[in-house]
């Protein structure tokens, strides 16, 4: 078997079971990645695995001269595993017929647990499979942390949206379907019940909605699609007690919640405040109990010294409180590449590229507005899930060819 046969595999491989389990996707990264190496002069041309490359080095380097070296190391092992490694392995897959597979696997697969866990929210199927929720405690959570849904639900959503808009490939029935299924999807988000993700959703979508309309001219199914958005919202909140109490507990600055999340942000803040340049070190931001101790947070460390928090609950100022304004840097040229890229794709005259060229530049957008209340990309669901399609899609928007057939 050659490097273009096992890599075709480890995607669909990676396709197949990243809606499901994270775990045995990584199987399928660690699988594809040393014959993606064969291809070592296209990999070092891109800008985005360069980036991603000098923001781990700088990572572990960090790492070294840190307080807790190895808790510094495991937390770049994640970005490598996270990020780098799912990027490479979609970058890795040239032939279109194979990525549009991958692609398609994907999406179908992801939808189908989420139609599943909708059933399931409404009695209409099972709640847990095995030791798996779909449902628990009113919350919808397809396998995983419910904020982690519906950050994939939204950026299916968009994925959906786009492809029923662009994909000039299908007719107008199949691209009704998928208009439809984005809105399916937003419902999704909003029975994950994720305060975070109903503004970072509703920013996406408003953008969304006004480029439609503004850029493309769109009116009638902007305007139509804004109704259905509206009555969808409407729905989620009559028909779901968890999700009305989730949305009126966030108005009121008393709720635990929103008064934690407030007290790790000051902590953050301090933390960047005295070590502005560098930072803690990767995954040191919890450790500084001094900042806990100045804020009233409770027992917030066990009697080992170890901490209860795994993150301080924001992304950005996580980031900047462990990498400082140097790493945050990093970052920032790292995502910039990412959204030059999305653009670039989104400009290509392949029909299936360029509509999801638009829904991973409008949901990679929604994620970044959610990743202020939460952290995400810190983590292997979304994170994996948006390198590795950015990365099999830029392979498409590379090929020059006449595009196939997306979907019939």
Same mark, same amino acid.
């Given at each position: 078997m050659n490097a273009k046969s096992i890599i075709r595999i480890s995607n669909y491989f990676f396709a197949l079971s990243m809606p499901i389990s994270h775990s045995v996707a990584y199987i399928a990264c660690g699988i594809g990645f040393f014959p993606a190496l064969r291809f070592w002069k296209k990999l070092r041309s891109e800008p985005i695995i360069l980036w991603v490359t000098i923001f781990i080095v700088y990572g572990l380097i960090h790492s070294f001269f840190s307080t807790k070296p190895v808790v510094g190391y495991n937390t770049m092992f994640n970005y490598f595993s996270h990020w780098l490694l799912p990027f490479i392995l979609g970058y890795s897959l040239s032939e279109r017929k194979n990525i549009h597979f991958a692609f398609w696997l994907y999406y179908w697969l992801l939808l189908c647990l989420i139609f599943f866990s909708i059933l399931a929210y409404f009695g209409l199927f099972w709640k847990n499979i095995g030791n798996n929720y779909l449902v628990n405690e009113g919350l919808l959570k397809g396998f995983r942390h419910h904020i982690t849904l519906a950050a994939l639900s939204i950026n299916l959503a968009f994925l959906s949206f786009a492809i029923g808009f662009f994909n000039k490939d299908m007719n107008t029935k199949k691209r009704s379907f998928f208009i439809l299924m984005g809105l399916f999807l937003v419902g999704a988000v909003g029975l994950t019940t994720s305060r975070g993700y109903y503004i970072a959703s509703s920013i996406g979508l408003f953008i969304f909605l006004i480029w439609l309309i503004v850029y493309h001219k769109k009116y009638l199914f902007g305007g139509v699609v804004f109704i259905f958005l509206i009555l969808i919202s409407a729905g989620v909140y009559f028909a779901s007690p968890k999700a009305r109490l989730r949305l009126e507990s #966030? %108005? @009121?600055?008393?709720?635990? @919640?929103?008064?934690?999340? %407030? *007290?790790?942000?000051?902590i953050a803040v301090m933390e960047i405040e005295d070590k502005p340049i560098f930072g803690f070190g990767p995954g040191q931001s919890v450790y500084q109990k001094q900042y806990f101790d100045k804020i009233d947070t409770g027992n917030t460390f066990t009697e080992d010294g170890n901490p209860k928090y795994s993150h301080l609950?924001?992304?950005?100022? @996580?980031? #900047?409180?462990e990498f400082g304004l140097t790493g945050f840097l990093i970052f920032v040229i790292i995502f910039s590449l990412l959204?030059? *890229?999305?653009?670039?794709?989104y400009k290509t005259e392949l029909c299936l590229s360029k509509a999801v060229g638009v829904g991973l530049l409008f949901g990679f957008?929604?994620?970044?507005?959610?990743?202020?209340?939460?952290?995400?990309f810190r983590g292997p669901q979304v994170a994996m899930d948006l390198f590795w399609m950015v990365g099999i899609m830029s392979g498409d928007s590379a090929n020059k060819k006449v595009a196939?057939?997306?979907f019939n």
């Open positions: #966030a %108005i @009121n600055l008393s709720d635990i @919640n929103v008064t934690e999340r %407030i *007290k790790l942000y000051r609950h924001s992304f950005y100022l @996580n980031l #900047a409180a959204f030059v *890229k999305l653009l670039s794709i957008f929604s994620v970044m507005v959610g990743e202020c209340f939460d952290t995400q196939l057939p997306a």
